[in-house]
């Protein structure tokens, strides 16, 4: 069975204190692994999608990187408005052709001014 | 360019009543997804459309619940009778399925409270 496991659950830090989010995954044939940022009352908002490992993409101060184990998400020089829940979710299947995306349960990230 | 479109964004209804749920997902995309949000499971993937033809739907709870996707630009999500434990936010999300993989965009979501 796929799982995801993201930490922290919460994380609180301070305008322009750097810091990284983990994604530990464990699936069967990965198809991609994808981050996505929720704010409340909100639909998931993509972020990146990492194929394999090594693989790294960056967006204004967003990081996202892929082992074969786990993904990071570095956020850099955070401000209030990174505030928001990011979700890790990973698409299994190579062999069988699953889409159905796995998701973590998130880790609810708060930048204080 | 118009996003994921859900309908109503609010659903307050009664144990037993029938609730439907409306997504229109983006133009163009050939796949979509229904997701269920709660706080103790998260975000679990109720059944899924590829070219308007349902390809998986283990993840349905029951037989309460049942989809349809009549064209590519519109999908209905049924509950009848409706319980309170099926009180979530219900997103809907599309796709374009291509050789290189693809992309699930979200909708805005359906809260559904049910009494």
């Known amino acids: 069975e796929d799982q995801v496991t993201q930490s922290p659950e919460a994380l609180r830090l301070q305008e322009g204190e750097s810091s990284s989010l983990n994604c530990s995954y464990t699936v069967s044939g990965l198809r991609g692994l994808f981050w996505y940022r929720q704010d409340p009352g909100k639909g998931p908002e993509f972020l990146f999608t990492?194929?394999?490992a090594g693989e790294e993409k960056e967006k204004e101060r967003l990081k996202a990187t892929l082992t074969k184990k786990e993904s990071f998400l570095h956020i850099t020089a955070p401000k209030p408005e990174d505030s928001a829940t990011y979700l890790c979710a990973v698409q299994a299947g190579v062999d069988t052709g699953r889409r159905a995306l796995t998701f973590g349960s998130g880790t609810r990230l708060q930048v204080q001014p | 360019d118009a996003g994921v479109i859900q309908s109503p964004r609010h659903e307050v209804t009664e144990m037993g009543q029938e609730v439907t749920l409306r997504c229109k997902p983006i133009s163009g995309h050939n796949s979509l997804f229904w997701y269920r949000q709660t706080m103790m499971r998260g975000l679990e993937l109720l059944i899924y459309?590829?070219?308007?033809?349902?390809?998986?739907d283990s993840g349905m709870p029951e037989d309460r619940f049942s989809a349809k996707m009549p064209n590519a630009s519109f999908s209905t999500l049924k509950i009848q009778p409706s319980e309170p434990r099926d009180s979530a936010v219900y997103f809907c999300a599309s796709s374009l399925r291509l050789a290189g993989g693809e992309t699930q965009y979200f909708g805005p979501g359906t809260r559904l409270l049910v009494l």
């Open positions: 990492l194929y394999s």
């Open positions: 459309f590829n070219n308007n033809v349902p390809i998986d």
